[in-house]
């Protein structure tokens, strides 16, 4: 069974030791998480908070880590999309060379510059998470890309 890319969609108490009890459960089955992010910010209450996590994984390990964050106390609900679920979207801020041209793609990827200045722009790149990834490696590829941090969303 080959690894594939996953990201888990976490709702979960906004208190200190829930980040670090989600990661303990990765690194204890040998999983690295790939990116990790937190926001106490939820139109619910203010105990309630999210935690984005993407990694690599078989389907039975994905299965395992699913079932074993939802036994966590801290956790109230894990959601499991693959890489490649059409309800993700990927969202990169992205500091390029002047020379740099990323452009919208209709659905699939959307570009904002976001600032500019003699030297440099710092662009938003929001679309499928494949997409993002593809327009992000386009400007590494052609030495453009001086600094990038990506997340994801669920829509």
């Known amino acids: 069974m080959a690894n594939q890319r996953w990201v888990f969609v976490v709702r979960a108490l906004d208190h200190p030791g829930t980040l670090t009890a989600a990661a303990a459960v990765f690194s204890q089955r040998g999983v690295s998480l790939e990116g990790i ?47 490649d679920d059409e309800r993700l ?8 060379s002047l020379d740099a041209a990323l452009t919208s793609d209709g659905d699939n990827v959307s570009v904002e510059t976001i600032r500019q200045t003699t030297t440099d722009q710092m662009v938003m790149v929001t679309g499928t998470p494949l997409a993002v990834e593809e327009a992000i490696e386009h400007c590494r590829h052609h030495e453009q890309l001086q600094d990038v941090v990506m997340s994801y969303i669920t829509v």
């Open 89 to 96: 979207r990927a969202i990169a801020v992205a500091k390029l």
């Open 37 to 83: 992010l937190g926001s106490g910010i939820t139109p619910t209450t203010p105990e309630d908070g999210r935690l984005i996590l993407t990694f690599r994984a078989t389907e039975k390990k994905q299965a395992l880590l699913h079932r074993t964050l939802e036994r966590l106390s801290s956790i109230f609900q894990v959601d499991a999309y693959t890489y």
